[in-house]
Protein backbone atom coordinates (compact mmCIF):
# COMPACT_ATOMS: atom_id res chain seq x y z
CA UNK A 1 0.00 0.00 0.00
CA UNK A 2 2.94 2.56 0.88
CA UNK A 3 4.61 1.93 -2.17
CA UNK A 4 1.28 2.47 -4.44
CA UNK A 5 1.08 6.01 -1.97
CA UNK A 6 5.26 6.65 -2.91
CA UNK A 7 4.54 6.27 -6.25
CA UNK A 8 1.58 8.37 -6.41
CA UNK A 9 3.23 11.21 -4.58
CA UNK A 10 6.41 10.75 -7.12
CA UNK A 11 8.96 9.82 -4.88
CA UNK A 12 8.53 12.51 -1.69
CA UNK A 13 11.01 11.83 1.05
CA UNK A 14 10.30 11.53 4.79
CA UNK A 15 10.83 15.84 5.24
CA UNK A 16 8.46 16.11 2.54
CA UNK A 17 5.71 14.22 3.95
CA UNK A 18 6.11 16.26 7.38
CA UNK A 19 5.79 18.97 5.84
CA UNK A 20 2.85 18.02 3.92
CA UNK A 21 1.52 16.27 7.50
CA UNK A 22 1.87 20.30 8.92
CA UNK A 23 0.50 21.82 5.97
CA UNK A 24 -2.65 20.24 5.66
CA UNK A 25 -3.37 17.49 8.08
CA UNK A 26 -3.25 19.81 11.20
CA UNK A 27 -5.50 22.52 10.05
CA UNK A 28 -8.00 19.82 9.13
CA UNK A 29 -7.96 18.22 12.47
CA UNK A 30 -8.05 22.09 14.34
CA UNK A 31 -11.07 22.60 12.01
CA UNK A 32 -12.92 19.48 12.66
CA UNK A 33 -12.31 19.91 16.39
CA UNK A 34 -13.72 23.56 16.04
CA UNK A 35 -16.60 22.35 14.74
CA UNK A 36 -17.91 19.77 17.13
CA UNK A 37 -16.78 21.66 19.93
CA UNK A 38 -19.08 24.86 18.16
CA UNK A 39 -21.91 21.73 17.50
CA UNK A 40 -21.75 20.64 21.20
CA UNK A 41 -21.87 24.00 23.20
CA UNK A 42 -24.80 26.24 24.20
CA UNK A 43 -24.31 30.05 23.21
CA UNK A 44 -26.39 32.61 24.75
CA UNK A 45 -27.88 33.31 21.50
CA UNK A 46 -28.50 31.58 18.50
CA UNK A 47 -27.06 34.49 16.38
CA UNK A 48 -23.76 33.98 18.12
CA UNK A 49 -23.32 30.36 17.25
CA UNK A 50 -24.63 30.62 13.73
CA UNK A 51 -22.08 33.02 13.14
CA UNK A 52 -19.22 31.48 14.32
CA UNK A 53 -20.68 28.55 12.12
CA UNK A 54 -20.42 30.75 9.41
CA UNK A 55 -16.72 32.16 10.43
CA UNK A 56 -15.40 28.26 10.51
CA UNK A 57 -17.18 26.97 7.64
CA UNK A 58 -15.80 29.89 5.54
CA UNK A 59 -12.59 30.62 6.90
CA UNK A 60 -11.49 27.70 8.13
CA UNK A 61 -7.89 27.48 9.32
CA UNK A 62 -8.34 31.50 10.81
CA UNK A 63 -12.03 30.74 11.48
CA UNK A 64 -10.75 28.04 13.27
CA UNK A 65 -8.40 29.43 15.08
CA UNK A 66 -10.50 32.74 16.64
CA UNK A 67 -13.37 30.22 17.58
CA UNK A 68 -10.65 28.43 19.70
CA UNK A 69 -9.35 31.52 21.23
CA UNK A 70 -12.06 33.62 21.35
CA UNK A 71 -15.40 31.96 20.63
CA UNK A 72 -15.23 29.03 23.35
CA UNK A 73 -15.06 31.84 25.99
CA UNK A 74 -18.62 33.21 24.75
CA UNK A 75 -20.31 29.74 25.33
CA UNK A 76 -22.86 29.25 28.45
CA UNK A 77 -21.54 27.34 30.64
CA UNK A 78 -24.34 25.01 32.48
Known amino acids: ?46 TNKLIWALVIIFIPFIGSLLYLVIGRRQKVVS
Open 1 to 46: MSAIIFAFIGGVGFQELIVLLVLFLLPAILWIWAIIDLLRSTFASD
